[in-house]
């Protein structure tokens, strides 16, 4: 068992520094590097690269966050001033992941650089960045799964449970899974298959985008606090779509080598 000791790292008067902006940067920054390291191993351009990713990371935040409220419209259409109090939570990956594939395409095409190349060199980083920003539920106590007594169950305060889930104390822990699952896929990314692939331009994306999906649609069925389309849970149903996306990619690419 185990709780959240708050969503505010440090205090200094009216001045409040929070757990979840602090995991956002570590990952981002984390990721950075790493991309940077790899672009300079492939004999890419690292400016470049470092350009593409600060215009890439501030879409996908705009992105992440459009794709949140557009789906929670009935709350932020009466108070449009939470829309860009983003340190309360509420960033979407999908979202994020689609803003930050569009900057990703147009600023490659900009600068000349290959797009399934730079791609490549971007996913490692992205997955170990996911699997720190994860962290920035646990502080906000938001994105956990249904209640549980399981030795790791996750302790919620009642201000964060859902109204008809008050009686219960402790929840699935969600965001580890997928932290746990994307820690992972850096893994597999990083040590596995990165230079493996290194002569199949674009795979390694597409790994990337097959195997995290798999993990982000087991976890996704055990939160409580899923977007909706319709009866289906949005973060699934884009799930299925990337894994059939990118196992067909693989099976073209392989077909055509």
């Not at 829309?83 to 569009?102: K, N, R, S, T």
């Not at 996911?130 to 539920?137: D, K, L, S, T, Y």
């Not at 009642?158 to 402790?170: A, G, I, M, N, V």
Request: with cysteine; proline share 5%.
């Amino acid at each position: 068992m185990f709780a959240s000791p708050g969503a505010i790292a440090i205090q200094i008067g009216s001045l409040a520094v929070r757990w979840y902006g602090l995991m956002i940067a570590t990952g981002v920054m984390l990721g950075t590097t790493l991309a940077h390291r790899e672009a300079i191993r492939r004999g890419q351009d690292p400016d470049k690269l470092l350009n593409l990713i600060v215009v890439s990371v501030l879409t996908a935040l705009v992105g992440a966050r459009a794709y949140y409220v557009l789906f929670n419209w009935d709350y932020y259409g009466v108070q449009p001033a939470k829309i860009v109090a983003i340190w309360e939570g509420g960033l979407a990956i999908h979202g994020g992941l689609l803003a930050g594939a569009v900057a990703t395409i147009l600023y490659c095409r900009w600068a000349e650089l290959s797009v399934p190349v730079t791609t490549d060199i971007m996913a490692p980083g992205v997955a170990i960045g996911q699997a720190i920003g994860r962290w920035g539920n646990f502080f906000n106590q938001e994105a956990f799964g249904v209640p549980t007594d399981l030795p790791w169950r996750l302790y919620i305060d009642p201000y964060h449970r859902p109204p008809h889930l008050k009686s219960f104390d402790y929840f699935h822990p969600t965001f580890l899974y997928e932290s746990l699952w994307n820690f992972l896929v850096f893994g597999v990314l990083w040590f596995g298959l990165r230079k493996r692939l290194q002569g199949r331009p674009g795979a390694l994306t597409l790994c990337y985008l097959g195997l995290y999906s798999v993990g982000r649609f087991f976890v996704e069925g055990l939160r409580i606090d899923s977007l909706m389309l319709g009866n289906l849970r949005a973060a699934q149903v884009v799930s299925l779509v990337l894994i059939v996306a990118a196992g067909a990619g693989l099976a073209l690419m392989r077909r055509a080598r």
